[in-house]
Nanobody
Framework: QLQLVESGGRLVQPGGSLRLSCSAS????????VAWFRQAPGKEREGVLC????????VHADSGEGRPTVSRDDAKNTVYLQMTSLKPEDTAVYYC?????????????????????WGQGTQVTVSS
């Protein structure tokens, strides 16, 4: 079965850290650029960041300090989203999506892009 599965979401206290995983099955994630999105209650889905299939290019939605980081482990067919200094406003369902792009050094996290695969989402709740 061809699918993306996110995991790692949970309840975490403000200021805490969390690593989310986006694992692919049935296809080689290394061939795809991967984007992370999130959707808070009552809000539209928004892009967080993306990483190219080569792993050499990362584009962030946020330019501030403490922004999330991303990495790929092609041996595990998985992309990770590392978040630190979490705040209550980071509470959301986090999704990953994969798209095959002609240039391995590029990525996108626009919601109007037709991604090849979407995960089902993982809930992150930041609360004391």
């Amino acid at each position: 079965q061809l699918q993306l599965v996110e995991s790692g979401g949970r309840l975490v206290q403000p200021g805490g850290s969390l690593r989310l995983s986006c694992s692919a099955s049935g296809f080689t994630l290394e061939d795809y650029a991967v984007a992370w999105f999130r959707q808070a209650p009552g809000k539209e889905r928004e892009g967080v960041l993306c990483i190219s299939s080569s792993g050499n290019s990362v584009v962030h939605a946020d330019s501030g300090e403490g922004r999330p980081t991303v990495s790929r482990d092609d041996a595990k067919n998985t992309v990770y989203l590392q978040m630190t200094s979490l705040k209550p406003e980071d509470t959301a369902v986090y999704y990953c999506a994969a798209v095959r792009l002609p240039q391995r050094g590029t990525c996108v996290f626009r919601t109007d892009v037709k991604y090849d695969y979407w995960g089902q989402g993982t809930q992150v709740t930041v609360s004391s």
